[in-house]
């Protein structure tokens, strides 16, 4: 096991240290001049040469690389040149709204996907599970920011019951809440759909098996059997789903908080791309894939605790 | 083949599928012959109308017809899912197949290359792309093609190993066929049925992505109707009108259960073993 945490956590550092690299690469890549373009076709020959430096530009890429790894040890993403403030102070600003944003619409998607594919596993074939069955897929299909395009329509603009811009004013819970509830909604509509599936796949897997029919055979009531001994395996799964479904509910996350303009890390990588501010964008998207990579490491590596079939695999 | 159609028309969800599908590839293949009005022909003294029998899901802010433009984004639409996933299929399948039967470094390092590709959340990546290379059709497909690469190869990578232990290809070894007859003969048509069923459940994640970029602003440039961008005039105007909104996700919201609901009821018919593993 420790040999496999070890090799899988290797794995990760090198994929962040290669994706980096591709994004090193692809800016060098492109053609024109990433300094003149951010300052525009009036731009002096002097102020492009103090852009490129400040940006880091002029030197070579594998140094301009491996200064970007040195300084990322320190903690250091480096300099906005627009602004003038720390990258890394401006990215973790904007985090936690992403966090508490994701971490919203995956506890209401649990809260109501998982009682309902719960449900329709205990009353297999009857209507109400096929009608969960088919809106699960309705669901799962719907596209996160035409969910969040159509709930500012209905509930912010129409019914005016939800504020349709921001994030809440800071120190004020209520409002926060308030401006929490549309955006989590759009992101954790899909995955109601998704859990929903899951649990009733893993719960019908899980009812089938000895230690159930043992558990019956005791004379244990339904509910005991259900909730103590079913759900709690048949719940399992959903874990390392939603660890590795980190990577759309990121892209999810940057189109509602573009929708709803929600502070956020994905807006922040889209207004630092609009702007063509590429320290920002930089910085955001390192943070994002480490934080991918990171919940996709976790959950790989509570598959491999739970199956050792797994560990022999890599 | 028309056994199958048979039997796909025979469950409801299905026959409803197919159904959609026909129907919008049919809409965006003979637009030029359905649309009342040219998609891109400004009309601005009949801007931001609501449905009429004239303009059939209203106008936008120029005065174009939505029901054309949502016809015409129908052609960007299947346009970028059929290129993009054809090409990420071939260049996927031939990864997944050298990593498969190629000496074990190859397949490492292929393996890394899946990995990587899919440590970046998709649209970061293609807006990261967009931004350094610029707004067009291409560059979306791409995206797209890089980005579903892995998927793709990750499933033959797996078959192939399945496969490369039988007898048969190992008769056909000491029988002195090439690598490449023995992949293109004898693994190929093996592994093509699941591929097929997961090409056709990627479609709506393409048409989605392609749609969300147009909508970005980062897709098709204007005045090209897409979904995304008739979605994107919708979201600036959405306290003027709500027609662009439903016109660009209608169809959007159709095609995504179409493809949906025909790829299910194909792995049903086909494969049920995939059921749990998808």
Redesign the interface.
Known sequence: MLLYITKRLLLGVVIVILAVTVLFVMIHLVPGDPARILLGPRATTEMIATMSSRMGLDQPLPIQILKFFGNLFRGDLGMDVITKRPVAEIVFGQLPFTLWLIFTAITFAALIGIPLGCYSALHRNTLIDRITGILSIACITAPAFVVALFSLLIFAVWLQWFPAVGAGERGNFGDQVAHIVLPAFAIGLSWIGYLARLVRASMLEVMGENHIRTARAYGLPERVVVFRYALKLAVLPTVTVIGVGMGFLLSAALFTEIVFARPGIGKLIYDSIITRNYPVVMGSVLVSTILFVASTTISDLINAWLDPRIRASL | MILLLKRICREP?GLLGLVLVVLISLSALLASVIAPHDPIALNIVDRLQGPSANYILGTDQLGRDLFSRVLYGGQVALKVALISIALALSIGVLLGMLAGFGPSWLDNLIM?FF??I???????FA???????GPSLSTVIVVIVITSIPNYGRVIRTQTLTIKNNEFIQAERVMGASLGRILWVHVLPNVMGPLMILASMDI?TVV?LE??LS??GMGVKPPTPSWGSI?ND??TL??NT?WP?IAG?LP??LI??GF??LG?SLRDLIDPKLR?SL
């Open positions: 969800m890394l990995d990587t899919r440590s970046f959340p998709t649209v970061m807006l990261a792309t967009v931004a350094l290379v709506p989605a749609a969300g909508f970005l979605l919708g979201y959405i306290r709500p909104i996700s959007l919201v995504t259960l949906t609901f299910e749990k």
